[in-house]
């Protein structure tokens, strides 16, 4: 199955690099698309909430972390840089430690990104 131009217009236009993540993909889109199928099933991105929203840093980071390699290896660029800047501010910090307040306004920035693409990748494959 060929990648539809208005679907990889628009993963362009949201900031996804495709072009990079194709090539690490040797080319085949269909494999691409079959991995962006899934990842709306992505259990990190649920699991990262619900620790932020139970202030359960150290978990909160984990899954931060591993939604991060998703994302990097999906080209998701713009959730990449948002999910990043998330861990650098949960990394090696007891809860008590971590500015709850930063924190919150960083995963709010992931939440808007993440809604974006799933919104693009739900309405773009079955």
Not at 92 to 101: F, G, L, S, T
């Amino acid at each position: 199955m060929a990648m539809d131009e208005n679907f990889r217009r628009q993963l362009e236009e949201g900031g996804a690099d495709v072009e990079g993540t194709l090539k690490r993909f040797m080319g085949n889109d269909g494999i691409y698309l079959k991995f962006l199928g899934k990842f709306p099933n992505d259990p990190n991105y649920a699991n990262l909430g619900i620790n932020m929203e139970s202030a359960n840093y150290e978990e909160a980071y984990k899954c931060a972390h591993a939604l991060k390699g998703v994302v990097g290896n999906l080209g998701l660029t713009p959730i990449f840089e948002n999910v990043s800047a998330l861990v650098e501010e949960l990394r090696n910090k007891a809860n008590a430690e971590v500015d709850a307040a930063l924190a919150e306004e960083k995963w709010q920035k992931v939440k808007t990104v993440y809604e974006q693409f799933i919104g693009m990748i739900n309405e773009n494959i079955p």
